[in-house]
């Protein structure tokens, strides 16, 4: 990562998909991997004209960030919201949860446990692969966090028939994702990063219960003490010991709406601490909005961490005065040496294929400002 310039420029991981590769998913072509690759290309090819630094494929390949996992896995059904009402413990919450998200329960869709998980193929491999063919700039690779999975993917009457507990299904989750992590390393990827969107639920929506990810709203859940306490043990147990790319996780309010008012807000002030707990050496947050706080609560982040700072909103259509980024990343470099701070936007532009929350020219656009500043900020 030596080579990377001061304030690299980078995604969080998604980009909006074209239509006509949306037509092809629906249609479940028999050709449908060309179309993904033709994305991935395009995808490639906005964020370098942007002056990405690091590069994602967009995500492409996937229907969303963690649903993908049906494509790779056995032993897992992709069943909607409206699917899983039929077999949820609290039906009557998980309605209200619904009722309360401008979502439809079919729009989104979410991996269920229904049997013993076995690597089909590699999570993200055969992705990264085509990446660094594609592309002569550093490149980051996405996976799925597996606290997020934990608490996704297991539904108790659908579930236990192949994992009695959800904490049964952790330590295969672990070891699938470690075992993806080791050989991405050994391929060379610059950036691993994990999505741990759920870490600020807990946190946040806290006592009150009102659980505002409908992907968190599965699996019946301990104290939000004791729920940080296993995302930070099932985190570590999947990078311990591996070295070689920077390891990366994400954690946002929700990427869901374009209605501040749904998402959740507050400071990263409380999950700090659990992060500085964490054998990760990148925390990729969102600061573009005022729902985040202050950046300095990042003080309290371990001696050589590395900030993905997030600058602009993938949820808006105007693009954001190279002047503030300048201004907030100036703030961050104050206590954070501008080699270990990358830019990036606060979420994917396209975390969810059908609801993305920009079009690719709005998402370039943005991509363009970060570059901007960055060139500002370096000379
Ligand atoms: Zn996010």
């Not at 050709?31 to 090819?45: E, P, S």
């Not at 993908?68 to 032993?75: E, I, S, T």
């Not at 968190?216 to 859940?221: E, G, P, R, V, Y």
Request: net charge neutral; with cysteine.
């Amino acid at each position: 990562m030596s080579t990377l310039p001061d304030f690299a420029v980078t995604v969080v991981g998604s980009w909006p998909r074209p239509a006509w590769l949306l037509e092809a998913m629906k249609k479940k072509r028999a050709d449908l991997a060309r179309f993904q690759d033709d994305a991935c290309l395009l995808a490639i090819k906005w964020q370098e004209d942007a002056g990405v630094d690091v590069v994602t494929d967009g995500e492409q390949r996937r229907d969303n960030f963690y649903s993908f996992l049906c494509d790779r896995l056995d032993g897992l059904s992709l069943m909607t919201m409206a699917d899983l009402l039929e077999h949820v413990e609290d039906k009557a919450g998980f309605e209200k949860l619904l009722g309360a998200l401008d979502v439809p329960a079919y729009a989104i869709r979410n991996p269920t446990v229904t049997g013993k998980l076995k690597v089909r193929r590699p999570l993200a491999m055969e992705d990264f692969r085509f990446l660094r063919e594609h592309t002569r700039r550093a490149v980051k690779v996405t996976l799925p966090g597996p606290y997020l999975l934990s608490r996704s993917m297991w539904v108790k009457k659908l579930s236990e028939g192949a994992y009695p507990t959800r904490e049964s299904l952790c330590t295969d989750i672990v070891a699938i994702l470690r075992e993806e992590l080791k050989a991405l390393a050994a391929a060379g990827a610059e950036v691993v990063q994990f999505d741990e969107p759920v870490l600020t639920e807990l946190v946040f929506a806290g006592k009150s219960a009102t659980r505002t990810f409908m992907c968190a709203a599965l699996a019946a859940s301990a104290s939000p003490e004791k729920e940080l306490e296993l995302a930070v043990d099932l985190i570590n147990r999947v990078v311990d010991g591996v070295t070689g790319p920077v390891i990366a996780m994400h954690v946002c309010r929700g990427n869901w709406s374009r209605d501040e008012g749904v998402l959740l807000q507050g400071a990263y002030d409380p999950l700090v601490p659990w992060f500085a707990r964490m054998k990760v050496r990148q925390f990729v947050l969102e600061y573009a909005t005022p729902r985040a706080g202050s950046l300095s609560a990042l003080r309290g982040l371990p001696p050589g961490s590395m900030v993905g700072l997030g600058l602009v909103n993938p949820r808006t259509d105007e693009i954001e005065p190279v002047e503030g980024i300048v201004r907030k990343a100036r703030e961050l470099s104050a206590f954070v040496p501008p080699s270990r701070i990358h830019l990036n936007p606060d979420c994917g532009f396209g975390t969810f294929a059908e609801r993305p929350m920009a079009n690719a020219e709005t998402a370039y656009r943005k991509l363009r400002a970060l570059a901007e500043a960055a060139r500002a900020l370096r000379s």
